[in-house]
């Protein structure tokens, strides 16, 4: 399942509930170091070909799909597609559904 929306609240789930309007979400601070698995990216995406600050894990993406996971979705000679042309994508959106 992809993250379709991070609040950057600064470790503060009172400032989180705040800017969303007192909504229940899940914060996750993520911060790489040397060691670590998750790194901080810029992705270029092959549909919209604007880059993407974006992070990798071992096992995900966020702010970026790795086409070679989602065939189903993959165009010829895709690798990376940016979250906004996912999400435009007819086929994503019939079987996931809109993120608007």
Not at 8 to 37: C, Y
Request: proline share 2%; aromatic share 8%; glycine share 6%.
């Amino acid at each position: 399942m992809a993250l379709n929306h991070r609040v950057s609240s600064g470790g503060r789930p009172d400032l989180a509930a705040s800017l969303l309007g007192d909504e229940r979400v899940i914060l996750m601070s993520v911060k790489a170091a040397s060691n670590s698995a998750i790194r901080t990216i810029k992705v270029s995406c092959d549909r919209c070909k604007q880059i993407v600050d974006a992070l990798r894990g071992e096992e995900f993406t966020a702010g970026f799909y790795d086409m070679t996971k989602w065939e189903k979705y993959q165009r010829e000679n895709e690798q990376c597609v940016c979250n906004s042309c996912m999400y435009a994508d007819p086929k994503y959106v019939e079987r996931w559904g809109s993120c608007s």
